[in-house]
């Protein structure tokens, strides 16, 4: 058996140029919203890693920067109004939350149509 060298670099360029391809079809760039819960230095760097890849696709993404003490019904409040918002497409709630809130309950709040990550226990059923 001959080893195979995969060029990860050279697959994720491809599957962005796709990508960037097809929103630029579509008549209107889809919007990612992006909940960040405090000021986690490796979140922070992560979502903007994210935003920064978003952009360079042609998507569209608006983050909500939101204090570390916010209540989870607060968070919850939130997540409805963006599963509500028909110009938001996808919802990224950035993992990990400070321990004061329920990360399965707010992440079951997220519409699973709108599950980016694909962490909605909807989502994790389709895979099996």
């Known amino acids: 058996m001959t ?11 491809g599957i ?29 760097i ?6 920064k890849a978003a952009a360079q696709i042609g998507l569209l993404s608006q983050l909500h920067h939101l204090d570390e003490n916010i209540s989870e019904e607060e968070l919850l409040k939130i997540i409805a109004q963006l599963n509500a918002d028909s110009e938001i ?6 993992l990990p939350l400070p321990k004061h809130l329920n990360t399965n309950r707010i992440i079951n709040a997220i519409s699973p ?16």
Do not use: C, W
């Not at 992560?46 to 935003?51: G, M, S, W």
């Not at 497409?89 to 950035?94: K, M, S, W």
């Open 46 to 51: 992560y979502v903007r890693n994210k935003q």
């Open 89 to 94: 497409n996808g919802i990224i709630v950035q």
């Open 16 to 44: 962005r140029e796709k990508l960037k391809q097809k929103i630029a079809s579509l008549p209107s760039a889809p919007q990612l919203a992006i909940v960040l819960v405090g000021n986690d230095e490796p979140s922070l």
């Open 3 to 13: 080893a195979r060298i995969i060029d990860g670099k050279k697959i994720a360029a």
């Open 113 to 128: 149509l709108k599950d980016v990550d694909g962490f909605h226990p909807y989502n994790t059923g389709m895979l099996q």
